[in-house]
């Protein structure tokens, strides 16, 4: 009878031995404190800007609400009481309210007037190549570059020949020509960064380009139409030199011209808390629009560097 003997095991040979290889456990420790110093140093100084741009806000508020006699002897203390008499008669006795409805319209208007024309031509030179396009777009950036200075004397004898001084229309046209080239040079960057095959297709559905500028790309360009609208909402609101030369009118002053004027009378008598009172009543739509539009300006001026 056969018997099969089982060979004996061959023990194994020893491989090449592979060397443990740590993973990495983030910064080295120098390089973790350097980054700790730069984010003290620089939250530090956001820290103290912020606390350089709010504190006279605030105390303008504060100020608003005393009277007269606790401005000058305890000009950084809080108000004993509130004092609504002086925004009343800052918005009553001081004509505030007239400055107010006429910086309204002459605002309101300019900035629908800058935004529409101003995105057709944006549209315009961002999308269609003719002759005289690179030159008609230079024109604009030029325009940024004028001071407005140089032009209020021509500006006004073109203002009266046209039979525009002292009104408002007048006041509107011309803060549409101010704000135009700069909503151009905006815009025109931000129609460069939207798809054009959204444009394409509608084109084939046989959409006119009136159509494919008002219902497709303007919608698209939301966001940068209210970055843009902001900006010229706070210059236009803000504007003091235009309005003076070209609105010499007391019943058509803007609320810039009101508040000189507030300064100028109210100086004399005293009435420090009207001024106050007057000031942060100016103040208040611009911070209004920026908190509520603050993050639709974000959007807008990232949009074409995310792109």
Do not use: C
Request: aromatic share 14%; proline share 7%.
């Amino acid at each position: 009878m056969k018997t099969t003997e089982t060979p004996a095991p061959v023990p194994a040979q020893p491989g090449p031995r592979v060397a443990k290889v740590d993973a990495p456990h983030g910064p080295s420790p120098k390089a973790k404190k350097e980054g700790t110093a730069l984010n003290v140093f620089s939250h530090g100084i956001l820290v103290i800007w912020a606390i350089m741009v709010v504190l006279p806000l605030l105390w303008a508020v504060m100020t608003s609400f005393k009277d007269d006699a606790s401005i000058f002897n305890s000009p950084w203390s809080l108000p004993d009481r509130l004092h609504f008499d002086n925004w009343s008669r800052a918005w009553t006795q001081a004509n505030m309210s007239d400055y107010f409805l006429n910086t309204i319209l002459v605002v309101g208007g300019s900035l629908i007037g800058t935004l529409v024309l101003g995105s057709m031509a944006a549209y315009v030179l961002a999308r269609f190549d003719f002759p005289g396009n690179r030159f008609i777009y230079y024109l604009f950036i030029g325009g940024m570059s004028f001071p407005i200075m140089l032009a209020l004397v021509p500006l006004f004898y073109v203002v009266n020949n046209m039979g525009l001084l002292n009104t408002i229309h007048g006041l509107i046209l011309v803060y549409i020509a101010y704000s135009l080239p700069f909503t151009v040079f905006f815009l025109t960057a931000f129609f460069r960064t939207l798809p054009s095959s959204v444009a394409e297709a509608a084109f084939v559905d046989g959409a006119s380009h009136s159509r494919t500028f008002f219902q497709i790309m303007l919608p698209m360009a939301k966001p940068g139409l209210i970055s843009v609208g902001i900006f010229n909402f706070l210059g236009q609101w803000n504007q003091y030199m235009l309005p003076t030369v070209l609105n010499t009118d007391p019943d058509k002053r803007v609320l810039t011209q009101g508040l000189v004027q507030l300064a100028v009378s109210q100086g004399y008598k005293g009435d420090w808390s009207g001024l106050f009172a007057g000031l942060v009543m100016a103040m208040l739509p611009v911070l209004a629009a920026y908190i509520v539009f603050q993050r639709q300006v974000v959007q807008g001026l990232t949009a074409g560097a995310l792109k």
